[in-house]
């Protein structure tokens, strides 16, 4: 393998293969290196660095789950392009084996059964799917295309000639996923820019070089396209770089009906070609022009934007949405501690204590924990009362030590380890701030902040396939809410599936639906179910929805959330931290919300928490 292609995908590709290599050895006696191995592929696929380059810095083993032995080949690896360990374990193992594996559902054994039936049709469509998946994954999350484009974006500002950066397309509408990363820039030297922008230190290859545009290959194979504009035009082309195609193409029909015709220089006369090309420094006054209020980003998808639009211009009701902001939320309510709850899912890292510091440094006014239900399979109803029990009485004295003004400090910031190679995506809203290219601010402590005044006692509980839930009533008991959510059986008929999840959510300490799809970017489809349906019970018993903020989930999709707010029906937001750093995603989750054109009052925890204490004791 050529060291320049060891990007990060294929090398977590290979630590799961690794891995897989050790389970068909021994998956008993390989145990702890299987977990390992598995363990190091997650970090490095979720790394916003390059691992090549953390390693030509000297820095591999600062990635979380890197330990000194997987460092040890991976240098190996780097210097030779190969990792003669890695090869022995692989050896004899048909390369098709490891490409099956990257279907969802199919693991080594199952894929090399699969080869030895000698079916070579159903091998081929098979691996037929995993291109088809490979082609889909090239799609980056965006908190990853967002930390790109930062990147980048610090270094042309510093570029004194560049008097504005924006973001373009799908990262400036905040979709789920981003393909190419396009931006455009403001100033008066075009040639100069974009020279400057290819030599970005990054560049690995130089795809094309024009009069205003310019495209260069970064690691990671993200492709990013610049193009720049002298302010005059600038609105224009924000505008016409940003929307959807079908946003785009509606506003065009919506202008020809004018007789008024668009481009990303500005507006003309559609009947006479020769007339005066009107110029738009702002998008604002470019919607103004063809009589529409301006709409955000996050809406630019052709459902209803325009309309609503227009409506609003002309003073009439059903205007636009006045989108849920970052600065809105006043809680994070899913989160997971290590508290031991002894729970067959994984334990959080933090503690308790560190996970109220963390929400008062993010202006929280309550917070919620909610780990994972102790596993039904290690204990004895009596012994997951009796843990929940303990969960109470720890949650009780940190309420009252909150009360008492004993529990006032914020938290220790995060481990040096996750800031240098940016694991979380902390820094992202600020620096977009910086830039004052998107409104994505961190709080502002400025408002006057009272403090963080109360922790809930909750729990995210599974929904076992029948619909019962895994935890005995007098557990139930000590609870102020839970959340009910899928873990297993994803497969299960749409009516059954649906069934299953009214079942769960009916228990009257339900309060929350959470990442109700299941779905996982770039890796699973969501489970079935039939939204009206679970819509309507949502708005008769009062039960919320949660829209995850973990950038491989973000479920409730938008096109869902925008159903959801449609009817009426609450959501609540929850980063599903399971370490405080992880707490900063609450960002990801709002761009979910503001996508599906929620408002402060959709999100529940937007209440204040006498607000939200009621919402908890409706339908009581
Ligand atoms: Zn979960």
Same mark, same amino acid.
């Given at each position: 393998m050529s060291t320049q292609t060891l990007t990060n995908l294929k090398i977590a590709e290979l630590l799961r293969d690794v891995a897989a290599s050790y389970q068909l050895q021994d998956s008993q006696k390989f145990k702890f290196q299987i977990i390992a191995y598995e363990r190091a592929a997650d970090a490095v696929e979720h790394a916003t660095s390059e691992l090549k380059d953390l390693w030509d810095d000297g820095k591999l083993t600062d990635v979380p789950g890197i330990g000194p032995g997987i460092a040890e080949h991976l240098d190996e690896l780097f210097r030779t392009g190969k990792s003669k360990h890695f090869e022995d374990l692989m050896k004899g193992?048909?390369?098709?084996?490891?490409?099956?594996?990257?279907?969802?559902?199919?693991?080594?054994?199952?894929?090399l059964r699969l080869i030895a039936q000698g079916d070579r049709p159903l091998v081929e469509e098979k691996l037929k799917e995993v291109y088809e998946l490979e082609k889909k994954a090239k799609r980056h999350l965006l908190p990853y295309a967002s930390m790109i484009a930062g990147e980048i974006m610090d270094y042309l500002v510093k570029n004194p000639k560049v008097k504005?950066?924006?973001?373009?397309?799908?990262?400036?509408?905040?979709?789920?996923?981003?393909?190419?990363?396009d931006l455009a820039i403001v100033t008066d030297d075009g040639p100069g820019v974009l020279d400057y922008f290819t030599k970005y230190p990054k560049t690995q290859k130089i795809i094309e070089e024009g009069e205003h545009t310019a495209s260069i290959l970064v690691p990671g194979g993200v492709q990013i396209d610049l193009m720049v504009q002298p302010v005059e035009s600038y609105g224009a082309l924000l505008q016409h770089f940003t929307g959807s195609k079908h946003h785009n193409i509606a506003l065009r029909e919506f202008?020809?009906?004018?007789?008024?015709?668009?481009?990303?220089?500005?507006?003309?006369k559609s009947q006479d070609p020769n007339s005066k090309l009107q110029t738009f420094k702002t998008e604002e006054e470019f919607y103004k022009h063809?009589?529409?209020?301006?709409?955000?980003?996050?809406?630019?998808?052709?459902?209803?934007?325009?309309?609503?639009? +227009?409506?609003?211009?002309?003073?009439?009701?059903? &205007?636009?949405?006045?989108?849920? $902001?970052?600065?809105?939320?006043?809680? @994070? %309510?899913?989160?997971?501690?290590? +508290?031991?709850?002894?729970?067959?899912?994984?334990? &959080?890292?933090?503690?308790?204590? $560190?996970?109220?510091?963390?929400?008062? @440094? %993010?202006?929280?006014?309550?917070?919620?924990f909610t780990e994972h239900n102790p596993s039904q399979k290690g204990h004895t109803d009596i012994q997951i009362i009796d843990i929940l029990k303990r969960k109470r009485e720890v949650v009780d004295k940190l309420n009252d030590r909150i009360r008492r003004g004993l529990l006032r400090e914020t938290s220790d910031g995060h481990s040096e380890k996750v800031d240098q190679i940016n694991y979380s995506i902390k820094n992202m809203s600020i620096k977009y701030n910086r830039i004052g290219s998107t409104p994505l601010r961190p709080f502002d402590f400025a408002q006057g902040y009272a403090g963080l005044k109360k922790v809930f006692n909750s729990l995210e509980i599974d929904i076992k396939p029948d619909g019962s839930l895994p935890v005995p009533e007098a557990g139930l008991e000590t609870l102020d809410f839970a959340l009910v959510s899928i873990h297993s059986s994803f497969g299960i008929e749409k009516d059954a599936q649906t069934k299953r999840v009214l079942t769960a959510l009916a228990h009257p300490k339900v309060?929350?639906?959470?990442?109700?799809?299941?779905?996982?970017?770039?890796?699973?489809?969501?489970?079935?179910?039939?939204?009206?349906?679970?819509?309507?019970?949502?708005?008769?018993?009062?039960?919320?929805?949660?829209?995850?903020?973990?950038?491989?989930?973000?479920?409730?999709?938008?096109?869902?959330?925008?159903?959801?707010?449609?009817?009426?029906?609450?959501?609540?937001?929850?980063?599903?931290?399971?370490?405080?750093?992880?707490?900063?995603?609450?960002?990801?989750?709002?761009?979910?919300?503001?996508?599906?054109?929620?408002?402060?009052?959709?999100?529940?925890?937007?209440?204040?928490?006498?607000?939200?204490?009621?919402?908890?004791?409706?339908?009581?």
């Open positions: 193992i048909p390369k098709e084996a490891f490409k099956l594996m990257e279907l969802p559902g199919i693991g080594i054994k199952t894929a504005r950066v924006d973001p373009l397309g799908s990262l400036r509408r905040k979709a789920s996923t981003v393909g190419d990363i202008a020809l009906k004018k007789g008024l015709s668009l481009s990303e220089y500005g507006i003309r063809l009589s529409l209020d301006y709409i955000e980003p996050e809406l630019r998808e052709d459902t209803g934007e325009i309309e609503a639009a +227009f409506r609003q211009a002309q003073g009439k009701p059903n &205007g636009l949405p006045k989108l849920v $902001e970052l600065d809105n939320v006043k809680a @994070d %309510l899913q989160i997971h501690s290590s +508290f031991d709850i002894e729970t067959s899912h994984d334990l &959080g890292e933090s503690s308790m204590e $560190e996970i109220i510091g963390k929400g008062r @440094d %993010l202006g929280y006014e309550y917070l919620a309060k929350i639906f959470a990442h109700p799809t299941g779905r996982k970017l770039n890796e699973r489809e969501g489970a079935e179910l039939n939204w009206p349906e679970i819509f309507d019970f949502c708005l008769e018993n009062n039960k919320w929805i949660e829209i995850n903020c973990d950038p491989m989930r973000l479920d409730l999709p938008d096109t869902l959330v925008r159903e959801a707010v449609k009817l009426g029906v609450k959501l609540t937001l929850g980063t599903d931290a399971h370490h405080i750093d992880g707490m900063n995603n609450m960002i990801w989750g709002v761009s979910v919300a503001r996508r599906g054109w929620a408002e402060k009052k959709n999100v529940i925890n937007c209440s204040s928490l006498e607000g939200f204490k009621k919402e908890l004791k409706r339908g009581d």
